[in-house]
């Protein structure tokens, strides 16, 4: 049984899919106008793991993340730059893309962009107006969030404390200040013309409307950062209960935000660590392994101790996993397993990995888990008469595991020529012949292989 803490409800809820063995995942992706930092890299890592998972326990999954291409932010960038705001979006989305290939993140079934949904989002915004949830003034359009009862829900506010604590601007046009804008009346960027005049869409319609393009109806889970909560998430929530009575997703999932060193991560207070930064300094699995140590929903702190932390914890699953690897690869010539996983103690280490994940994704344990199985691996590698089969499938069991938290470790299998020079090697090193096995080791190193 799967659980998921839901943030609609604020409780630990079992999972259950809306049909069998599939689920239905979107989470709201970047703004077009920069690259992606660390903070921004935490939902994608962590989603991406989370599809893995449902994979790995045999769902078919659909996963979709937009990119929001119509912003002021991209507006001002094209300005800044004297270019055009497809340039900018197209630029970054580019660069995107890359970072999550980079970061060995799966890639989505969609990727939607708000430019390639306006027809979809005018015929929504007109839907929203004939139910009475918005109204249209002098070219702009607003939700009335007076018409939703449980309007907040999501972050936990109620319109009575949202209105008291709203500044009233005397030019705001619309009825109530917490109402939000649905389109916008613009002659700044680029314009698309509609029933109400030229302008653009606000943001929080984008989301519910390709989700609806994609997956006609309610989807299982709807996920992104803890920031998004409010005001994004509970406006989506809302226009989706005005247009089709249903709260978009059954379970809403929220990562906690990434600080630095106890302060706020911002671009705007210049303490930013971008995502191919850190990717230049290490390896993806590291990176990986820095996010997945602290459970999604408890803020990280960065700091370099923790780089270093996953830097020896990487190193430590890589060593067995090498040692693993090449025991079979030179003492049982075949290297796929003969039976599935069958032997217990493997089973039970793989049932607490499955476990850890299954409570709430808690990836934290889920790396415990995986230490574990390594420590008994490194018993079985180290134990002279461990069955070639035993062998196998615990690099199966590892290499499942390891795949969930998207980290690949890839081997060649050894020549003949480099075997022999290993059995050697070993042979050396029986005899006690430490001049000749300090040769015969420098030799393997020269060749790259990892021992
Ligand atoms: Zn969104």
């Not at 379970?251 to 705007?268: A, F, L, P």
């Amino acid at each position: 049984m799967i659980k998921i803490y839901n943030s609609l409800t604020n409780k630990i809820e079992e999972f259950i899919p809306l049909r069998k063995n599939e689920v239905s995942m979107y989470v709201c992706g970047a703004t077009v106008y920069n690259y992606i930092h660390i903070g921004n890299s935490r939902p994608v890592i962590f989603f991406d793991t989370v599809a893995r998972f449902f994979k790995y326990m045999g769902y078919k999954v659909t996963y979709v993340s937009n990119f929001t291409d119509i912003d002021d932010k991209i507006i001002n960038k094209a300005k800044e730059e004297n270019v055009s705001e497809a340039e900018i979006s197209e630029r970054y989305i580019k660069a995107i893309k890359e970072t999550y290939r980079k970061l060995n993140c799966l890639p989505h079934d969609a990727n939607p962009k708000v430019t390639e949904n306006i027809d979809g989002i005018i015929q929504f915004i007109d839907l929203l107006i004939k139910k009475d949830g918005a109204y249209v003034i002098d070219g702009d359009v607003y939700f009335d969030v007076s018409k939703i009862a449980d309007y907040g829900q999501l972050s936990g506010q109620t319109i009575e404390n949202l209105m008291s604590g709203a500044r009233i601007d005397p030019n705001e046009k619309k009825k109530n200040p917490i109402d939000f804008t649905l389109w916008k009346k613009t002659e700044e960027g680029k314009q698309w013309d509609s029933p109400w005049g030229l302008g653009r869409p606000g943001w929080h319609t984008e989301c519910v409307v390709m989700i609806d393009s994609i997956f006609k109806g309610p989807i299982d889970i709807h996920g992104g950062g803890l920031e998004l909560k409010f005001p994004h998430h509970d406006n989506e929530i809302a226009q989706s209960i005005c247009a089709h009575n249903h709260k978009i997703a059954n379970y809403w999932m929220h990562n906690g935000r990434i600080d630095m060193s106890g302060e706020k991560m911002s671009k705007s207070l210049g303490n930013v660590i971008w995502a191919d930064e850190l990717l230049s300094r290490t390896s993806y699995q590291v990176y990986r392994l820095l996010i997945l140590n602290v459970p999604y929903r408890q803020p990280l702190d960065y700091k370099e101790e923790l780089l270093v932390q996953a830097t020896t914890d990487f190193e430590k699953i890589q060593r067995t996993y090498v040692s693993l690897f090449r025991k079979i690869d030179l003492e049982f010539a075949e290297m796929s397993p003969t039976n599935g996983l069958v032997d217990s103690e493997l089973l039970s280490l793989q049932s607490a990995f499955i476990e850890a994940m299954s409570d709430d994704f808690n990836t934290a344990n889920a790396i415990t888990a995986i230490f574990a199985a390594t420590k008994h691996v490194n018993l079985l590698v180290r134990h002279g008469k461990t069955e070639g089969d035993v062998l196998k499938q615990a690099l199966k069991m590892l290499d499942g595991m390891l795949w969930v938290l998207g980290i690949n470790i890839e081997l060649d299998r050894l020549t003949n020529e480099e075997k022999e020079l290993i059995f050697q090697w070993q042979e050396a090193r029986k005899n006690k012949d430490f001049t000749l096995a300090d040769t015969l080791r420098e030799k393997i190193t020269n060749k790259g292989i990892q021992l």
